[in-house]
């Protein structure tokens, strides 16, 4: 468990490190979010829809749109010259490659996020601030269990024509509970009902976290092998 | 990369036999449903829907476990018989969910006031369609068959319990579609004469299902022996 975990880092960190040495995929999915949280304020009618009603939508719009466009990322620079040929030969079990990528992703997705509630914040003027601690228990559960898919997703969208276009075909059903939960809490929460009311939802965020990692991690090897 | 292999003329094998007896069982049970069943007295003919809404949605859950099942089958097993099976059971079954997606709205305008709501039954049976349909895309992108069977597999496998989690947290939702008048704990309340022509409509497309999916099998084995010929072919030349 410890080496798996070690070596799960190791992906992780390789991954991370590449990415911070271009910061390329960081700052286009970063422009990308602010533009999307920018435009959908101007998608809405001012005079019948409020900012705050629309607020929580936006919110889960953005993040499950900015999370596709980045989880192809991970995959699509391991096809580059096959370097994945050369990850599947180092002495690496498949389950830490995949948790390793999940990890990446996570940290990917995580960090744009973490910019991106200020700006979403001051943008629709939401009082994030006193729900704080909940609201992100919620964007932490919802982003595992998209991640942990759409990571696996991407290892054989990455493979197919069309990678882009295929992995929004294929991942957009399995954002549906995930984005569905969190919405509904996150409305919840914006307009001051007591986080305890949630638990229903917050049982199928955890549920859909535990199944699909579960099962991600048991059927990623027939993603990869050659 | 082979080219898609396209057979022409005759589908080899008995899978017409089966295809042409369900046809006919299907306009059998018709004539029952339309005739000798009593109409409903609160939805009137509307309610006539029902043998066809019902037993289609029964075949696209039967074709989406029989995917799943083989999906399983295939990574385990490897044999390719098994990816073939899934890949036409696919096919079949996004026609039975096409079914069950419009003939729902033709029974719920009359009856609901709107073609469409977001209930349960019916967002749950809308995203089985876009699975079923992501998972036809998935296989039409892929070219190495190998490959395609091993992606196809995970897709079938990971389906099956997003199927599950689409439905829970809908029910979290208010639901208007009508609840169970047969499978449910009291046992059937659906009169008599109703549940016999139901049933026999469910047991027909189940038949129907099974004829549709040999057929589509049996065509898709005589693909894959064309394109190893033709494959053999390019080797000999």
Redesign the interface.
């Known amino acids: 468990m410890r080496e798996l975990l070690a070596q799960a880092a190791a992906v992780a960190a390789k991954d991370l490190l590449l990415e911070l040495r271009s910061r390329t995929a960081f700052l286009s999915m970063l422009a990308f979010t602010m533009l999307v949280l920018a435009i959908f304020n101007f998608a809405r009618d001012p005079t019948a829809v409020s900012a705050s009603d629309l607020a929580p939508s936006t919110l889960w719009i953005t993040f499950s749109f900015a999370g596709l466009l980045g989880l192809n990322r991970g995959f699509a620079l391991e096809r580059e010259n096959r370097a994945i040929d050369g990850l599947l030969l180092a002495p690496l079990s498949r389950s830490a490659l995949y948790l390793g990528k999940v990890l990446a992703n996570l940290a990917f997705v995580g960090a744009v996020e973490a910019i991106a509630l200020p700006a979403f914040a001051l943008f629709f003027n939401v009082p994030v601030l006193p729900v704080l601690g909940p609201l992100v228990l919620v964007i932490v559960l919802a982003t595992v269990g998209f991640v942990a898919v759409g990571t696996l997703l991407s290892a054989m969208a990455v493979a197919t024509r069309f990678a882009e276009l295929m992995l929004a075909v294929l991942m957009l059903p399995f954002l549906m509970p995930p984005v569905s939960a969190a919405a509904q809490i996150t409305a919840r929460l914006f307009s001051g009902r007591p986080f305890a009311e949630q638990v229903g939802w917050l049982k199928i965020l955890v549920g859909y976290d535990i199944v699909f990692v579960i099962l991600c991690i048991l059927v990623f090897d027939w993603t990869v092998e050659e | 990369m082979t080219e898609p292999a396209r057979v022409t003329g005759a589908v080899p094998g008995r899978s017409h036999v089966w295809l042409w007896l369900a046809l006919a069982l299907l306009a059998g049970v018709y004539v029952r449903a339309l005739a000798f069943t009593p109409v409903e007295r609160v939805q009137g003919l509307a309610q006539k829907i029902f043998y066809i809404h019902v037993p289609s949605a029964w075949a696209a859950f039967l074709a989406f476990i029989v995917v799943s099942a083989c999906s399983v089958g295939y ?1 385990v097993l490897k044999d390719q018989r098994l990816d073939l099976i899934a890949a036409s059971s696919a096919e079949v079954g996004v026609v039975f969910t096409s079914g069950v997606l419009l003939t729902g709205p033709i029974w719920a305008k009359p009856i609901w006031g709107a073609w469409w709501t977001w209930d349960a039954r019916l967002t749950s049976t809308l ?1 089985l369609w ?2 079923f ?2 998972y036809l ?2 296989r039409s ?2 070219g190495e068959p190998g ?1 395609r069977a ?2 196809s ?3 079938g ?2 389906g099956a ?2 199927v599950v ?2 439905h ?3 029910t ?1 939702f208010r639901t208007t579609h009508p609840q169970p008048v047969v499978l449910k704990p009291q046992g059937p309340t659906l009169p008599g004469e109703m549940l016999t022509t139901l049933l026999l409509s469910v047991a027909v497309f189940t038949v129907f299902y099974l004829a549709l999916t040999a057929r589509r099998y049996a065509l898709a084995k005589a693909e894959l022996a064309r394109a190893q010929a033709l494959a053999e072919g390019d080797h000999a030349a």
């Open positions: 990574l995203f876009f699975i349909f992501g895309v998935m992108a892929v490959q091993r992606y597999s995970v897709l496998i990971l319990p997003l989690f689409i829970v947290s809908v979290l």
